[in-house]
Each structure stands twice: as structure tokens, then as C-alpha cells.
């Protein structure tokens, strides 16, 4: 987390639904693929016979309901105008109506553009409209209550019509009934010609202050915990309602400020293995005490004995600090492996290239900063320690190492997890993967390994950083899966192996992101070489993401990724990061190929449609 940005508060597909009175001015990007209907449904055919847009009745956007509603103002109008003594227009304003009918329906009224209102009247292709405006321009009045569009259809022709014309003329009626490329398509399923992933998004929670992190407990109450910087720990139940009191409210003791990139304050948490039968949790924050220097505390903590949505105040057991000599680079990263064992993950002591000591703090195995620890919480020692070495631990017998240390080498990893495995083979289960924070040029993917260095400050990236310590051929260092430039993006967010049931398309990848450039990047592993290669990811254009309650954009920087307890993937981010700015948002990962037409419709036929 870094520097600041603006973000440009976009409405909800909602919104604009609200907004249909108001005519669009602004001209669409042309489309190309699959059409949507004006409730952002894709089309269907409908249950019974369509009476009155009975062109549509194979295949289009209104069921009867709709055919009724759309008559029923027809006649209105149509009496209207006999009333009023006008030339009626009948057969031109039935087909100006009926294509709210049209499979085409939200090109036609632009309804697919997020960014701008639904359109009143279809886009109407210049020759149908020169036509429509030389015999029936008495009708606009009748058509719609837009102002701006009555005065002009007493205007020249031309003003007219560029109005209700559309930027392509594949989709302005009635060219798009011509269309052999279009109406082949009706139905099927279509790739995206870029060959990159789309994903759409859909909001599950917002307002929040810096989104740090967001977990689940582990104990079958699919409820998710997310945490603020400045922290606060606020329970999500199941239904995506928030509990008005705090799991965890640690903002007395956390130290943080609201500059823009602090990166001190709460930093982590992990609710233990056999949470639901012990209640205990772990955390990971900022802390100065008495004006003295900054630490980071690991404390264990435990459930309310009365409440299982709050926390015991008065149970914190601190069982790890380390001094931080600067205010960055903190880490923060607490997660439970398989082997039951908590891994704590801390950064390098901050300041720019690791400047403590003559190699620094990464390569020096005294010191618990630049590290991967691991400890068993489960037991204390017999020197009054909270915790116990494992057995196992790679450096437990190595004179001057510290015993906690499981890696060395890394300079800030900003968020790790836990692959769960593939369901059925179980391959890949319990590897640690991070995303290490680069200093100037490359950031990069670790898979996390015992005894396992990991290069920094010697390298950065597949780089050297320090020549002389990059060429030391005792380095031994263990390469990044992955690592990028600094043209892509400046500070990495470490996400998930996906392995949930929602998004087939996202099976056994890594997906994980970049807090600075805002991309969303995913890695699929060769099983066969054991190499990982990157997958082009981008949010679904509008048509695809044009299903309720799916977005395509999302705010620039993303802090963290979150998996429940079904394997479902999400991110956090925020429009402004400062821990005091309540624009963070938790986004849920959501596979456009998997949205079909809702269950209330029925059909005579299956219809899969990707858009």
C-alpha cells in the first residue's frame, strides 16, 4: 500500500434502470457480441405466445407480461392520436415499441453502456428515421417525455435523427435484423476474441476503512471476518448482512495514522486449526508503547465464552514482538499450514534495500525480520516461551539462527495462503504461496519451502539487486514462480490457488494482483515441468458482465484476497488508500460462463449464452 489516487464513483446497472427517463447524448463504443435485454437478463423464449410483439415470440426479451404492458400503451397512444386528429402511424409506432421485445433490446436503447442512462426511443438507423420523422414526427411527443427530444423532431431531419441514431450501425433498427453475423449468433457460445479470461465481479460488502484482510473461522458457519488497518474486525454473515458490533475492536491499541500508504496497523489474523472447538484466533499488529521504538506483535486471543460473534477483550496473550527499526515493511501475513504449525510472516525492517547490518536483515538468520517463521502455538517451552520450536525446523540446530525461522531471504511478502489442493486429486494441497514486494524493478511469486532462500537483498526478482552478494556462490537461492516488471505493476498483492466450484474457468489457478496498477493477474501451473505460465485476465466488457448484480470495474487498489469456506475467491480494495477513508470494497470473483438464464423462465430448448 502506497501512494494515492482519485477513482471516479461509477452508478449501479440498477441506477440506470432508475434513470430511463433520460434520453442518452452520448454515443456507445460499438459492440460485437451476444445482445442483452433491458432488465440485463440475457434473452429467452418466452413461456406462452407473445399477442402483440408477436415477431419476438421465439426468441427476445419480453415474456407475456411485458407484450401486454407494451400493448396496452400502445392503444393509449394510438387514441391519443385519433383524439388529437393525427395521421395515426400505427404500423411504424408498434414497431418502435415492440423493440423493447427485441433480442437486440439493450443495444438498441444502449442499455449495456454502465456509464450512461438508458435510452426512451431505439436507435433508429438514419434512412428508417428520415422516413419516420417525414410522416410521423407528431408521434415523438407520444413516445416519450424527454423534452430536449420533442423540440428537436420539429427541427431539421438531420438534427433529428443523429440524436436517436446509434455510433454502430450494425445495431440501429432495423439494420440489426439484417445481420447475418449478428443473428447467426443468437445462442451460442462465443470466445473472446482477445483470448484473454474474463471475469465479472459482483460487490459484496463496502464502506470499509482499508480492507486488510477477510477470513473465514473454519467452523461451518460460512460467516467471513474482515479486518480494517485500523482495527476493527467486522463479522459478515451468510446472507452478506453485517452485525452491527465488531468481532474485534483493536484501534486503541494499534498504531497507525491516516497518511496515505501507512503501512503499520493491523496486519493479520488466523483463526486456529480446531477453532470450533478451542475459540481461538491469532493476530498480527503495529505497536509503540511509552514513545519507545515500533514492534509488531503476534497476540493469541480467544472467542467470547457468551457470544460466538465477538471476542474476548481481556484474553490476549502476546506470544511474539519484534522491533521494526522503520515504519514500513512490516509483513504481516499469519497462517496455519497443514502441519498445524502457525506461519508468521514478517518484512525486512523497511527503509530501501535492506540497509541493516552488513547483509542485511533478509539474509541474516539472527534476525526475525526479512523472514518466514514457524512455531507451534499449541505448546510453551520451558523457558516461559508462548510457544515451541517444531522438531522440524530447518535451522533449530544452527549456531546464531534463530529457531522460529522455516525462510529466509524475502523482503516484504504481502499476503500468502494455503492452497487447499485440487478436490478430487488433492494435487497441490498445502503449498504457501506469497507475493514478495520488489524494491524498484521486479515483483514476484513464491512458493514457500523449508529451509528456502529466498534472494533478497541479493536479488530481486530473477535480477541481482546486490552484485556482490548476488554472485556469492553460497547464495543457494530458491527463483520466483513468477516475477514482473515495474511496468506492469509496483507492489504485489499474493492471492489464491482457485479451487471452488463457481468458476470452472479459474481451476488451478493462481490469481493475484497488483496494489499499485490495480491488475488482476493469474498464473497456470505445467504440471509437467513444474513451470507457471502467465493467463492474460481482464474484466468482462459490458455485455459481458450485464447480468444482475454483475459489475466489470472495480477500485484501484487492491490490498488483499480472501477465500471462504467453499473455495470462492475474492479481493479488497479500496479508491483511496488511507485507513481513514471508508471506500474499501470486498469484490467476489464471479465466471460470466456460468450465468444462464434465470430459472423462472422456462424453455423449450437449452440455451447457453456467454457474452
Known amino acids: ?80 392520436l385519433e383524439a388529437a386528429g393525427h395521421e395515426l402511424c400505427a404500423d411504424t409506432v408498434k414497431e418502435i415499441m415492440c423493440q423493447e421485445c427485441s433480442p437486440y433490446a439493450a443495444h438498441l436503447y444502449d442499455a449495456e453502456d454502465p456509464y450512461t442512462p438508458v435510452r426512451e426511443l431505439p436507435g433508429l438507423c438514419f434512412g428508417y428515421c428520415s422516413e419516420f420523422h417525414g410522416k410521423c414526427r407528431h408521434v415523438v411527443k407520444y413516445l416519450t417525455g424527454n423534452q430536449l427530444l420533442w423540440d428537436t423532431s420539429g427541427r431539421d431531419v438531420s438534427t433529428f435523427c443523429s440524436m436517436v441514431d446509434l455510433s454502430d450501425q450494425d445495431y440501429c433498427y432495423p439494420n440489426v435484423l439484417k445481420s447475418p453475423d449478428l443473428n447467426s449468433n443468437l445462442g451460442q457460445v462465443a470466445e473472446d476474441p482477445r483470448g484473454c479470461l474474463q471475469v465479472c465481479l459482483t460487490e459484496v460488502a463496502n464502506n470499509l476503512r482499508n480492507p486488510v484482510l477477510m477470513l473465514h473461522s473454519g467452523d461451518g458457519t460460512h460467516r467471513m471476518f474482515v479486518a480494517e488497518q485500523v482495527g476493527f474486525v467486522w463479522v459478515y454473515l451468510r446472507d452478506g448482512s453485517r452485525l452491527e458490533q465488531p468481532f474485534l475492536d483493536m484501534s486503541g491499541e494499534v498504531m497507525t495514522t491516516p497518511w496515505l500508504g501507512d503501512e503499520r496497523g493491523f496486519l493479520g489474523m488466523a483463526f486456529h486449526p480446531k477453532y470450533r472447538d478451542n475459540g481461538r484466533f491469532f493476530i498480527y499488529y503495529s505497536i509503540q508503547v511509552n514513545s519507545e521504538l515500533e514492534k509488531v506483535r503476534v497476540s493469541e486471543m480467544k472467542v ?145 519451502v523449508k529451509g528456502g532462500n529466498y534472494g533478497w537483498r541479493a536479488k530481486e526478482g530473477f535480477e541481482c539487486y546486490d552484485v556482490k552478494m548476488c554472485h556469492n556462490s553460497t547464495l543457494n537461492d530458491i527463483l520466483p514462480v513468477f516475477a514482473y516488471s515495474h511496468h506492469v505493476g509496483k507492489s504485489v498483492t499474493g492471492g489464491y490457488v482457485y479451487r471452488g466450484c463457481e468458476s470452472p474457468n479459474l481451476n488451478g489457478m493462481y490469481i493475484f494482483g497488483d496494489f499499485m496498477s490495480g491488475r488482476i493477474l493469474a498464473l497456470e501451473e505445467d504440471k509437467t515441468t513444474g513451470s507457471w505460465k502467465e493467463r492474460s485476465v481482464c474484466m468482462g466488457e459490458t455485455k459481458t458482465c450485464s447480468f444482475p448484480g454483475l459489475i466489470n470495474h472495480h477500485h484501484k487498489f487492491i490490498i488483499s484476497f480472501a477465500e471462504d469456506e467453499a473455495g470462492e475467491l475474492y479481493f479488497l480494495a479500496t479508491a483511496y488508500p488511507s485507513t481513514m477513508s471508508p471506500f474499501g470494497t470486498v469484490f467476489k470473483f464471479m465466471d460470466p460462463s456460468r450465468c444462464s438464464i434465470r430459472h423462472k423462465l422456462t424453455f423449450n430448448h437449452l440455451i447457453t449464452i456467454y457474452v
Request: proline fraction near 7%; aromatic fraction near 10%.
Open 1 to 80: 500500500m502506497a501512494r494515492p489516487s482519485t477513482s471516479k464513483k461509477t452508478p449501479s446497472l440498477p441506477e440506470f434502470i432508475r434513470l430511463i427517463s433520460v434520453m442518452l447524448l452520448v454515443p456507445v463504443q460499438p459492440a460485437s457480441a451476444h445482445p442483452q435485454c433491458l432488465d440485463f437478463e440475457p434473452p429467452f423464449k418466452p413461456s406462452w405466445h407473445l399477442e402483440f410483439c408477436t415477431q419476438y415470440e421465439q426468441f427476445g426479451c419480453c415474456d407475456q407480461k411485458t407484450d401486454n404492458l407494451i400493448a396496452e400503451r400502445y392503444w393509449d397512444i394510438i387514441d391519443q
Open 304 to 448: 467470547s465464552a457468551h457470544d460466538m460473534n465477538v471476542a474476548d477483550l481481556y484474553s490476549e496473550r502476546a506470544i511474539l514482538e519484534i522491533e521494526e527499526p522503520a515504519a514500513n515493511h512490516n509483513g504481516g501475513q499469519l497462517l496455519f499450514g497443514l502441519d498445524g504449525y502457525l506461519y508468521i510472516f514478517t518484512g525486512d525492517g523497511g527503509k530501501a534495500g535492506d540497509p541493516f547490518g552488513k547483509y542485511g536483515n533478509a539474509q541474516n538468520k539472527s534476525a526475525l525480520l526479512g523472514k518466514v517463521l514457524r512455531i507451534d502455538v499449541d505448546v510453551s517451552d520451558s523457558r516461559g516461551k508462548q510457544y515451541r520450536i517444531p522438531a522440524d525446523n530447518p535451522f533449530l540446530h544452527e549456531q546464531d539462527a534463530r529457531p522460529e525461522v522455516y525462510a529466509y531471504g524475502v523482503r516484504n511478502m504481502w499476503r500468502c495462503s494455503v492452497d487447499r489442493g485440487d478436490p478430487v486429486s488433492r494435487y497441490g494441497r498445502g503449498r504457501i504461496f506469497c507475493g514478495d514486494v520488489g524494491q524498484n524493478r521486479y515483483e514476484e511469486i513464491d512458493i514457500i
